[in-house]
Structure formats: C-alpha cells, structure tokens
C-alpha cells in the first residue's frame, strides 16, 4: 500500500516538473479569466510604451503559475483558481466570462470587488521622513524637470498612499506629470500627458487622465456643443492602475481601461447633441 502511495507520488511529480510542463498556456489563461473576469495581458506605461506582453507560465507545487503584468495567479491541479495575495476561487464557482465588450465603469467595478476580498488591499499612508534626493534610474529624461519634482515631494504623499505627483505646463493644452515615491524619491512615473490634467486620491491606486470634472463647460448653441464635443471625442480618457510587480518588487502605472473623454460628458451637460435615449 506504502509502495502504490509513493509510486502514484511519484508519478504525480513528474507530471507536474518543471520540465513536463506541456498544459497550454490557452487552456490555463481560460481558466484565470473564467474565474476572474478579464486579465490584462499586454501592459503599457504612462507613456504608452509596450512594457509587458502576453502571459507567462511557470512551474508551481501541486498547480501552475500565471503571471500577467496585471497580476498573478495559481492555477490548482484539481481545478481551482486563486490570486496571488487576493481571492481563491473553487473550481465551482467558476463561471465563464460575459461575450460582450465591458465599458470601462463595469472593468473599474469588478476591480473593485476582487480588491475589496484581497489581503493586499489596504493602502497604508506613509508618515515617516520624505527622501531628500530624487532618483531618476527608472526614467532618466525627469532630470530636466528635478526643480518641479523636488517640489512636489517636499509636499509630501497624495496618490496611493505613498507618492507625490508633480504636474505643470507643457504648452496649450498640455500638462505633463510624475510620480515620486516620497520614501525612495524614485520617479516611479513619468507621464501621461494630457490635455486637460489627471484625478487621483491619496486612498486609492486608481488615476485617471482627462476626467469628466476638468473639462470645459459645453458652449451656448448647439453647432458649437457639437462642434467642441467632437474635439473633446478624439482626446482618450485613460484609467491606470498602480500596480507592486509581485518578482521585481517594482511600481509602475498599468493601464487598465480607455475611453473616448466624451464618454459621460454630454450626459452631464444636457441633450443638445440629442444622444440621451430613455
């Protein structure tokens, strides 16, 4: 009995080494998604560069491991699913993802949801001594702008907790920004840039570029409501999330949903443009 015990043991390790890992990346992805709605598996900066794309999977005891840029999670042997440092979800209480697209209020929602089951949730707010240097490693192109960085850390933390943003001018309808953690002065982010400035809350890792409150009112007539809410239809409205790399230990802005600005901006004003339907 003790020999068939080590045997079946055996056997199973060997299934699962490293090097047997022949399960589909497609069939484990599935299973993530399935569980937890959709992954972001291509990952851009502030800056809209490619940081991270597709997913990677790895070795891990008794199941595998999915790393997207977006988060990580274990993939069980018997089925189940959980998320590294959040939610674990049984093989029945996997259902599959809805077909239609998503907006970017019902992505925002179910991020929302999961971090409110995580145990990595909370945001704790930094109160001990601000760095005195800033550290440009991650983007060294911030240097020109240390005068403006150095600024907004000495006023110390209002994004995430632990991190000071800087904002100013970069010509007509341009604003440029960073983000500095004020323990490390790491620049953590450089950019976006937008045309009409970003939202952030010192209790949240959410930031959003060009939100519906800083835009302008909507002129009198209705050729120039329409007129101006075209323009405003083409500048994107960007949701990021920023996001601990659970390997590197690195912080970095991932983008987790794009809208057209106009979205919700007409609504606000009035039907000039006849969109509202009831």
């Not at 943003?165 to 840039?193: S, Y």
């Amino acid at each position: 009995m003790v020999r068939a015990l080590v045997l079946i043991l055996g056997v199973m390790v060997l299934v699962w080494a490293p090097w047997m890992d022949t399960n589909g990346v497609n069939r484990l992805t599935t299973q993530v998604f399935e569980a937890f709605g959709p992954v972001p598996s291509a990952c851009f900066n502030s800056e809209g560069r490619l940081m991270h794309e597709g997913v990677m999977v790895q070795w891990y005891p008794m199941g595998r491991l999915v790393h997207t840029c977006g988060g990580s999670y274990v993939v069980w042997m018997w089925g189940a699913v959980k998320e590294v440092g959040g939610v674990y979800k049984r093989a029945t209480d996997i259902r599959a993802v809805q077909g239609r697209p998503l907006s970017c209020e019902e992505v925002l929602n179910r991020q929302e949801a999961r971090r409110a089951t995580s145990t990595d949730s909370e945001i704790v707010i930094f109160d001990g001594p601000y760095a005195t240097e800033l550290d440009h490693s991650l983007f060294p192109e911030s240097r020109e702008y240390a005068n403006r960085l150095r600024t907004a850390l000495r006023a110390g933390p209002v994004f995430a907790g632990r991190f000071a943003v800087a904002e100013w001018d970069c010509g007509h309808l341009c604003k440029n920004h960073a983000i500095i953690d004020v323990e490390t002065g790491l620049v953590t982010g450089f950019g976006p840039i937008t045309e009409f400035g970003i939202e952030y809350s010192l209790d949240s890792t959410l930031l959003v570029t060009n939100p519906i409150q800083n835009l302008p009112p909507l002129p009198e007539t209705r050729f120039e409501t329409e007129t101006f809410a075209l323009g405003i239809a083409r500048v994107p409205r960007e949701y990021f999330r920023l996001t601990t790399d659970m390997r590197s230990n690195t912080q970095y802005l991932v983008r987790v949903c794009i809208e057209s600005s106009a979205a919700g901006y007409i609504e606000i004003e009035d039907d000039r443009l006849g969109v509202i339907t009831n």
